[in-house]
């Protein structure tokens, strides 16, 4: 089931690109006594993605903040090193933490799982956007398929 207004955001491990290298990141601890908005991504380096979702979130961090917005993640089911080479690449500081949902256990304990098998991109999470006040989900976007406006970063400032 996907995750709905009201609900507690799942514990599980993920990994954080770092530039020290990978880093696991509960997300019970991410979350806890913060406002988190946190964007998904069906993969990195891949053209809407790279040259929209994550550049948006970058661009309007600043105003994001200004709302009372403590983190501004973005998660992807990739490992850590291509996150890592994905911010690299974007030339993200510490606008955006990078979360690797390698295994894709989180996005599917969010309910967000998208089977891209027949395309061979295996398990990807769905494109959406959530934010989350002390781990308690606040608001919770889905894209439909294709689609790319509810989960963009001027999207999300509208809510706030």
Not at 85 to 109: E, N, P, R, Y
Not at 119 to 147: C, I, M, N, W, Y
Request: hydrophobic share 50%; with cysteine; charged share 20%.
């Amino acid at each position: 089931m996907t995750i709905q207004l009201g609900d507690t955001i799942p514990a599980v491990k993920v990994m954080q690109a770092t530039a020290e290298g990978p880093k696991e990141v509960a997300t019970d601890a991410l979350f806890a006594g913060k406002t988190v908005v946190l964007f998904g991504v069906p993969g990195a380096f891949t053209p809407t993605c790279s040259a929209k979702h994550l550049p948006g979130f970058v661009t309007q961090a600043a105003a994001l903040t200004a709302k009372g917005v403590d983190v501004i993640a973005c998660m992807s089911v990739n490992d850590a090193f291509v996150m890592g080479a994905w911010a690299k690449d974007q030339g993200i500081t510490d606008q955006v933490v990078m979360l690797a949902d390698g295994s894709a256990a989180f996005t599917k304990a969010l309910g967000l799982e998208l089977d891209l098998t027949a395309r061979g991109l295996g398990v990807r999470s769905q494109r959406f956007v959530l934010v989350a006040k002390d781990g308690k989900v606040t608001h919770v976007a889905v894209e439909a398929p294709g689609a790319f406006e509810v989960s963009k970063a001027e999207a999300v400032l509208a809510v706030l």
